[in-house]
């Protein structure tokens, strides 16, 4: 399946020319391959007619950036709404996807408009990953927030990279697990810097997300479990009953030897 889903990112909003950022969904109606109905959509993807991964697409500048403080505040409450109401999602992923980070150790560092509006609502209605751009770098945080782990990725280096560590102090150490450097060129705004991408691949039991780089050498694995995990789940009753045979097997040899 070939897929070219897209979110507004701040280069769609643009004060410097008459930008219509309109037009990009009005474009969903004219080509197959572009998905882009609505500034806050879901998106599902399917395994043989069974739902695997149910996503929630965001438009992060209108969270932080555009328009009035009430029209942020509006758009929102109809974010979490939405996190709300797909919470009980019968898929083995719940995604989340915007422009704007989360964390980020990187140039542009940490964005505390959406961890202080929207990193609580994550949690609380167990999303299992948050996948972003922005900052021209490859970074992976794994973040335990009100009883609940979320992977946080960015995956912005396929333009240029700004694969400097700038912002470590900005961030708790404990859940930055990634930070890819080129090593190629220190510099800022790295045209000469291998770029790079995150590939994803999931069954019903986990979701691989793989980061390479152009030349197709891994650079990072990461896994995140599905909140199903059927086959695990199967696997931890025969481990369990395996167990109690085994106790029951000590049990019986001890009575005998006490005899």
């Known amino acids: 399946?070939?897929?070219?889903?897209?979110?507004?990112?701040?280069?769609?909003?643009?004060?410097?020319?008459?930008?219509?950022?309109?037009?990009?969904?009005?474009?969903?109606?004219?080509?197959?391959?572009?998905?882009?109905?609505?500034?806050?959509?879901?998106?599902?993807?399917?395994?043989?007619?069974?739902?695997?991964?149910?996503?929630?697409?965001?438009?992060?500048?209108?969270?932080?950036d555009e328009g009035t403080e009430n029209e942020r505040q509006e758009y929102l409450d109809k974010v979490i709404r939405k996190i709300e109401e797909n919470s009980n999602t019968s898929a083995y992923y719940y995604l989340v996807l915007g422009h704007y980070p989360f964390w980020s150790i990187g140039e542009l560092g940490p964005k505390e408009c959406m961890i202080n509006k929207l990193r609580p609502t994550l949690h609380k209605f167990k999303v299992d990953g948050y996948f972003s751009g922005h900052d021209h770098s490859l970074q992976h945080f794994r973040d335990n927030y009100l009883d609940h782990k979320v992977d946080y990725l960015i995956s912005g280096a396929t333009?240029?990279?700004?694969?400097?560590?700038?912002?470590?102090?900005?961030?708790?150490?404990?859940?930055?697990?990634?930070?890819?450097?080129?090593?190629?060129?220190?510099?800022?705004?790295?045209?000469?810097c291998s770029g790079a991408l995150v590939l994803a691949k999931a069954d019903k039991n986990q979701m691989i997300l793989k980061f390479i780089d152009t030349e197709e050498?891994?650079?990072y694995i990461l896994s995140i479990n599905s909140r199903r995990r059927v086959s695990n789940k199967v696997n931890s009753y025969k481990e369990n009953l395996f167990f109690l045979y085994?106790?029951?097997?000590?049990?019986?040899?001890?009575?005998?030897?006490?005899?």
């Open 159 to 192: 333009n240029f990279v700004m694969d400097r560590p700038l912002n470590k102090d900005k961030v708790d150490p404990s859940i930055t697990k990634f930070f890819s450097e080129s090593k190629q060129n220190q510099t800022l705004n790295c045209l000469e």
């Open 1 to 64: 399946m070939h897929l070219f889903a897209r979110y507004y990112s701040n280069h769609d909003y643009r004060f410097d020319i008459k930008a219509n950022d309109y037009a990009q969904i009005e474009y969903t109606l004219k080509s197959k391959r572009w998905i882009l109905p609505n500034y806050l959509y879901e998106l599902d993807i399917l395994l043989n007619s069974e739902l695997l991964i149910k996503s929630i697409i965001i438009d992060t500048q209108k969270i932080c």
């Open 246 to 259: 085994l106790v029951n097997c000590l049990l019986i040899i001890m009575l005998l030897f006490a005899y």
């Open 217 to 219: 050498n891994d650079l």
